[in-house]
């Protein structure tokens, strides 16, 4: 099993849809949980990061987590062609203070 | 803003070759790291560094090693390159004691 899982998409999604991404991750000690967005020959930036139960919202995107079952997801409102990106999960695990990343999810919306 | 660079945005190496990545950054981070990235596998860990000459292996250590003399640079050295280490390169670095890290461009390189 590896510590965090995506399915890696394509996720299409039509413009102005919400797009629904998960991440499941195997360290039940687990602290803090991050989304960063890469396109297409670029480099990882952090679009957000949470860190308790719950809903956390930050424009047309919602980070939720859930501890008891080990997910955290991002949500994308109003999706735009411009979201079209790969979308990785990242944990920090209880012992020490590296991120481990999922395999990303690719997302894909479509005008 | 967060600055980071790294030396090369494609670099072509023959196996054999000894391969130096350079990341600079400009924010007086303590922490910097390495990665590598392929497809389906996501960000893999390299090597990191908390501090000036301070280096510790991340999960995939093995065919590498590191520099770091000085605070602002963190280079990343393949000793004898072989065609398993094509790949996307990326650094990293961070305030100490938080969790954001900032990513550079990345290094796409060909060992051939």
């Known amino acids: 099993q590896k510590e965090v899982e995506q399915n890696s998409g394509p996720l299409s999604v039509p413009e102005g849809a919400i797009a629904s991404l998960n991440c499941t991750y195997s360290?039940?000690?687990?602290?803090?949980f991050f989304w960063y967005r890469q396109y297409s020959g670029k480099s990882p930036e952090l679009i957000m990061s949470?860190?308790?139960?719950g809903d956390k919202e930050d424009g047309r995107f919602t980070a939720q987590l859930n501890k008891a079952s080990q997910y955290v997801s991002l949500l994308i409102r109003d999706s735009q062609p411009s979201d079209s990106a790969t979308y990785l999960c990242?944990?920090?695990?209880?012992?020490?203070?590296?991120?481990?990343f999922g395999g990303g999810t690719r997302v894909l919306v479509k005008p | 803003d967060v600055k980071v660079t790294q030396s090369s945005r494609y670099l072509v190496k023959r196996t054999g070759e000894k391969v130096f990545l350079e990341c600079v950054q400009d924010?007086?981070?303590?922490?910097m790291f390495w990665y590598r990235q392929d497809p389906g596998l996501g960000l893999r860990l390299i090597y990191f560094?908390?501090?000036?000459?301070?280096?510790e292996k991340g999960d995939i250590p093995e065919g590498y090693s590191v520099s770091r003399e000085k605070k602002e640079r963190f280079s990343l050295i393949l000793e004898s390159a072989s065609t398993n280490q094509t790949s996307m390169y990326l650094c990293?670095?961070?305030?100490?004691?938080?969790?954001?890290?900032?990513f550079g461009p990345g290094t796409r390189l060909l060992v051939l």
């Open positions: 990293a670095s961070r305030v100490g004691g938080q969790e954001t890290q900032y």
């Open positions: 360290d039940r000690g687990s602290q803090s």
């Open positions: 949470i860190y308790s139960n």
């Open positions: 990242a944990v920090v695990k209880a012992a020490g203070n590296k991120l481990t």
């Open positions: 924010m007086d981070h303590e922490n």
């Open positions: 560094s908390y501090d000036v000459k301070m280096k």
